[in-house]
């Protein structure tokens, strides 16, 4: 990553984009990398730390006092100025008339009392939203948008850091549910004053556990201390210890304690984001979960394979399509899948290592599963030869093709 940053700052004459363009894009690769802008922080070229400074609050203080204190002037100009566009106060006539990206970024400013007062006795619900969750809203409109009709004003204030003993109280005992659960996890509760509040975490939740990309992972592991994840992994809120479970470094004793979770949420995230989930756990939330990336978790290195053969006459083709990766499936069984209505059961008995070889070697020349078959692992080498030898009569047919 060092290289690649040095490699950025020369600025390669080949990419139609500038210095600042192509930083930016590296730093939001799959997700806000703070990992990343703490590497260019301290990166031994000022271009790359310059580079850095304009992303200034994502940096811990120590960081950005070195940065104003660098001993390259454009790197402190450029931490000054992040600094002073930070402070710069937005006021009403800041505020664009037109309702878009800038119109929100203006939202998520250092906000003059006006302009939040102005906002928040408006009617944009998406506006107030922001200005409920801002840092620097007034204590007296965080008071009034405590109790305003709309639920999703109330949950944005339910994730300030900042509120008071008093309204953390009057938030848990919110009429919306989803507000009761929002705000349960707020870091200022203790653990017996979250196991008395009434929640329903699918109130929060899209139902959506599916695997987070590599690059926000990391990002989103570079933000939290160990203290912080093996605090949450031992929660009676299932929201933290479902934030704890997207963290691969979590020990193996905390691991299976949240792979048999009661929560299929921390559960799913688990399998998908550490290495050590148990196998069945896998299995089993395969089983359970519908949402975006099920199928990912048959791919992943730990899924089971042994007794799938089970789910042969399985009416669901999901699971169906797991029988083939038994080891020691019957062949025939395998074989009869080959054929099945649904084409990922049909696929997936392809690649079976099971299949029998002579139907494996016939389905060389399937338009549909030639592709598949090619990459059985069961596949004999005097195949494979003929195969990836120029000219060869057997080949595989390509995509809508005729074998031959």
Same mark, same amino acid.
């Given at each position: 990553?060092?290289?690649?940053?040095?490699?950025?700052? @020369?600025?390669?004459?080949?990419?139609?984009?500038?210095?600042?363009?192509?930083?930016? +894009?590296?730093?939001?690769?799959?997700?806000?990398?703070?990992?990343?802008?703490?590497?260019?922080?301290?990166?031994?070229? =000022?271009?790359?730390?310059?580079?850095?400074?304009?992303?200034?609050?994502?940096?811990?203080?120590?960081?950005?006092?070195?940065?104003?204190?660098?001993?390259?002037?454009?790197?402190?100009?450029?931490?000054?100025?992040?600094?002073?566009?930070?402070?710069?106060?937005?006021?009403?006539?800041?505020?664009?008339?037109?309702?878009?990206?800038?119109?929100?970024?203006?939202?998520?400013?250092?906000?003059?009392?006006?302009?939040?007062?102005?906002?928040?006795?408006?009617?944009?619900?998406?506006?107030? +939203?922001?200005?409920?969750?801002?840092?620097?809203?007034?204590?007296?409109?965080?008071?009034?948008?405590?109790?305003?009709?709309?639920? &999703?004003?109330?949950?944005?204030?339910?994730?300030?850091?900042?509120?008071?003993?008093?309204?953390?109280?009057?938030?848990?005992?919110?009429?919306?549910?989803?507000?009761?659960?929002?705000?349960?996890?707020?870091?200022?509760?203790?653990?017996?004053?979250?196991?008395?509040?009434?929640?329903?975490?699918?109130?929060?939740?899209?139902?959506?556990?599916?695997?987070?990309?590599?690059?926000?992972?990391?990002?989103?592991?570079?933000?939290?201390?160990?203290?912080?994840?093996?605090?949450?992994?031992?929660?009676?809120?299932?929201?933290?210890?479902?934030?704890?479970?997207?963290?691969?470094?979590?020990?193996?004793?905390?691991?299976?304690?949240?792979?048999? @979770?009661?929560?299929?949420?921390?559960?799913?995230?688990?399998?998908?984001?550490?290495?050590? &989930?148990?196998?069945?756990?896998?299995?089993?939330?395969?089983?359970?979960?519908?949402?975006?990336?099920?199928?990912?978790?048959?791919?992943?290195?730990?899924?089971?394979?042994?007794?799938?053969?089970?789910?042969?006459? @399985?009416?669901?083709?999901?699971?169906?399509?797991?029988?083939?990766?038994?080891?020691?499936?019957?062949?025939?069984?395998?074989?009869?899948?080959?054929?099945?209505?649904?084409?990922?059961?049909?696929?997936?008995?392809?690649?079976? =290592?099971?299949?029998?070889?002579?139907?494996?070697?016939?389905?060389?020349? @399937?338009?549909?599963?030639?592709?598949?078959?090619?990459?059985?692992?069961?596949?004999?080498?005097?195949?494979?030869?003929?195969?990836?030898?120029?000219?060869?009569?057997?080949?595989?047919?390509?995509?809508?093709?005729?074998?031959?």
């Amino acid at each position: 990553m060092t290289q690649l940053l040095t490699d950025i700052d @020369d600025g390669p004459a080949d990419v139609p984009a500038s210095r600042h363009e192509l930083f930016t +894009e590296f730093f939001i690769s799959g997700g806000f990398r703070v990992d990343l802008i703490r590497l260019a922080a301290t990166h031994h070229r =000022p271009g790359v730390r310059r580079a850095a400074a304009g992303s200034f609050g994502a940096l811990d203080e120590s960081t950005q006092n070195a940065l104003l204190a660098d001993v390259a002037e454009e790197v402190r100009q450029a931490a000054a100025a992040s600094v002073a566009y930070d402070r710069q106060i937005m006021r009403p006539d800041d505020l664009p008339e037109l309702r878009g990206h800038t119109y929100f970024m203006v939202l998520q400013r250092t906000l003059s009392p006006e302009l939040a007062r102005q906002v928040a006795a408006g009617d944009d619900m998406a506006a107030i +939203e922001f200005v409920a969750g801002n840092r620097t809203t007034p204590p007296d409109v965080v008071e009034a948008l405590l109790v305003h009709s709309d639920v &999703a004003v109330r949950r944005a204030v339910a994730k300030r850091q900042d509120l008071t003993e008093e309204q953390l109280t009057r938030l848990i005992a919110d009429p919306d549910v989803a507000v009761r659960t929002e705000v349960s996890a707020h870091p200022s509760l203790t653990e017996p004053q979250r196991a008395l509040v009434d929640i329903d975490v699918d109130s929060v939740s899209s139902g959506d556990f599916g695997p987070a990309s590599g690059n926000v992972r990391v990002s989103l592991e570079s933000r939290w201390s160990d203290e912080d994840v093996l605090r949450w992994a031992r929660s009676v809120n299932p929201l933290l210890r479902r934030q704890a479970a997207y963290d691969s470094r979590l020990p193996l004793d905390v691991v299976l304690d949240l792979a048999n @979770d009661a929560d299929l949420g921390v559960r799913t995230i688990l399998a998908f984001h550490h290495p050590e &989930a148990p196998p069945e756990s896998l299995l089993r939330c395969y089983l359970e979960y519908r949402g975006r990336g099920r199928a990912q978790l048959i791919e992943l290195p730990q899924f089971p394979t042994a007794g799938l053969a089970h789910y042969a006459e @399985d009416p669901d083709p999901t699971l169906r399509q797991l029988a083939p990766r038994d080891p020691d499936a019957d062949p025939l069984l395998v074989e009869r899948l080959v054929i099945d209505p649904e084409p990922p059961v049909r696929q997936a008995a392809a690649a079976g =290592p099971r299949l029998p070889i002579a139907r494996l070697v016939a389905l060389l020349g @399937d338009p549909e599963l030639a592709e598949v078959a090619a990459t059985n692992p069961s596949l004999p080498v005097s195949e494979m030869r003929r195969i990836l030898t120029p000219g060869s009569s057997s080949g595989t047919a390509g995509p809508g093709r005729p074998g031959s």
